[in-house]
């Protein structure tokens, strides 16, 4: 039996507007090779500079991650050269990060971040059978580069590991995180030994783009490792990718070392000794991250498993919380917002933000007129796709029973069924739904099941009360 050691280098494109050392703008779906500038091409004569605002979210990252932060912005050169890296080299900060020592909490364990460090991105390349184009739109992007220690030991801690940092980013606001996008992606170093203490020789695993690849090259790695060292071969210091279709990954290279990278400090940007002041102003406007939001709202009463499927999409909870300001059915809400809402937004490309918060409140708010839980959802789902239901929810109330007119429907089923009111009080429930359907047959569907049903109980609890 071996003991696993995994660390995980997070590579994670960030939400800023322009490029890490240039103005060119970063963008997601442009034609090839239209947004870049003379310093992403490597013209020469040209200066790079440096991002502020990947700077501030760099920062914020960091403070998430009880990172120690560095006050001395320092950046580097890595030399190699490669089609992609026009330049030759990729600027970044590999002797001074700007954030060292931090730690992420998994599942009660304490994962051990190494480092916290900015660089560009690299231009795509994009294969052909017969050649390789270049898009350059993507070079220069402000990346954050996350590394772990080598704490974690399963292949299920380590998915949870980048799912769990995958959330804490989208929520800080520092990345939209897609991985089928580029936008997070993951290297998995894997090393293997019989000494808990001590680690094996490690292979890297490169540019694993989902959780399912992760699982499945993780799972096949430990397992090509074990039968290596079970015939007491040696592991060798490799570079390999997981191929989706055979499930195996594959040599690409043997190991580098950092001799080969060549370091020295970047010649062409200044160092920067960066204001603690504002260093702290921006760790205040720190968003909450996925653990608070979730111990918030279990104090307003949600469920564990509904929260969490909540906190899966970042724009989902932010509606949440805009339209509570305006209700206090926070439960209606949430209910409607997993289920009709984010439907809607698969198959109609619904924007949460086009929809009004205190509007979505009022519909839902119609439930205190005694209006069906179906009639809500009718409303909320015209509403979503733009239409007025001002009209229909007046009207609805126009023709609306009254109360007394309930009770007088739930008085008159009462009379003929009063074996099913005996069967209750013996404890057969079904014989509630039968009452509560009957009030319904009666009213031919104008009042909401949950209503009658409560009301049903109140008169049947009253009765019972009155008879002892």
């Not at 001395?72 to 590999?94: C, E, M, S």
């Not at 971040?113 to 059978?129: F, G, N, P, Q, W």
């Not at 918030?296 to 300001?325: C, R």
Request: some cysteine; hydrophobic content about 35%; overall charge positive.
């Amino acid at each position: 039996m071996y003991k696993v050691h995994i660390g995980i280098e997070i590579h994670c494109a960030l939400r800023t507007k322009a490029k890490m050392f240039s103005s060119a703008f970063v963008t997601q779906n442009q034609d090839p090779n239209t947004s870049l500038d003379i310093i992403d091409l490597a013209l020469p004569g040209y200066l790079p500079t440096i991002n502020k605002k990947a700077v501030e979210y760099g920062i914020l990252v960091c403070d998430a991650l009880h990172c120690t932060i560095d006050p001395v912005l320092r950046f580097d050169r890595k030399n190699y050269a490669y089609p992609d890296l026009p330049k030759g080299f990729q600027i970044t900060q590999q002797f001074y990060p700007l954030g060292k020592n931090g730690y992420m909490m998994i599942e009660g364990e304490k994962i051990g971040i190494e480092r916290v460090h900015l660089e560009e991105d690299t231009a795509k390349m994009i294969h052909h059978s017969q050649s390789t184009l270049l898009d350059f739109n993507r070079c220069g992007t402000p990346l954050l580069e996350i590394v772990s220690t080598a704490q974690i030991h399963s292949v299920d801690q380590a998915c949870t590991y980048v799912k769990s940092l995958q959330q804490k980013l989208i929520y800080l606001g520092v990345t939209q995180g897609r991985m089928d996008k580029g936008q997070f992606r993951c290297d998995v170093n894997v090393s293997l030994s019989q000494n808990p203490s001590q680690l094996g020789d490690k292979v890297e695993l490169k540019n694993l783009n989902s959780i399912s690849h992760i699982r499945q090259a993780l799972d096949y790695e430990i397992q090509r490792q074990s039968l290596l060292l079970d015939q007491h071969k040696k592991i060798e210091m490799q570079t390999r990718r997981f191929d989706e279709k055979t499930k195996r990954t594959i040599l690409l290279r043997k190991k580098e070392t950092q001799k080969d990278y060549r370091y020295f400090p970047e010649p062409n940007l200044p160092v920067i000794h960066l204001d603690k002041s504002w260093i702290q102003e921006i760790i205040a406007r720190r968003p909450r991250d996925p653990k608070e939001i979730l111990d918030i709202l279990k104090k307003q009463g949600i469920d564990e498993k509904e929260a969490q499927s909540l906190l899966t999409q970042k724009d989902l909870t932010d509606f949440y919380f805009a339209v509570i300001k305006y209700t206090e059915r926070n439960k209606d809400v949430l209910h409607l917002l997993l289920s009709d809402v984010r439907n809607q937004m698969k198959s109609h490309a619904i924007s949460l933000s086009d929809v009004d918060p205190r509007r979505f409140a009022w519909i839902v708010d119609q439930k205190e007129e005694n209006f069906s839980t179906n009639r809500i959802r009718q409303w909320i789902l015209a509403f979503l796709n733009g239409k007025n239901v001002e009209d229909q929810i007046q009207k609805a109330k126009d023709e609306q029973p009254h109360v007394s007119r309930i009770e007088e429907w739930i008085r008159q089923v009462c009379d003929a069924n009063q074996q099913s009111i005996d069967d209750y009080r013996q404890g057969k429930k079904r014989a509630l739904s039968y009452l509560v359907g009957q009030v319904l047959k009666v009213s031919r569907g104008q009042v909401d099941p949950a209503l009658v049903q409560k009301k049903l109980q109140e008169r049947l609890n009253q009765e019972k009360e009155e008879a002892e």
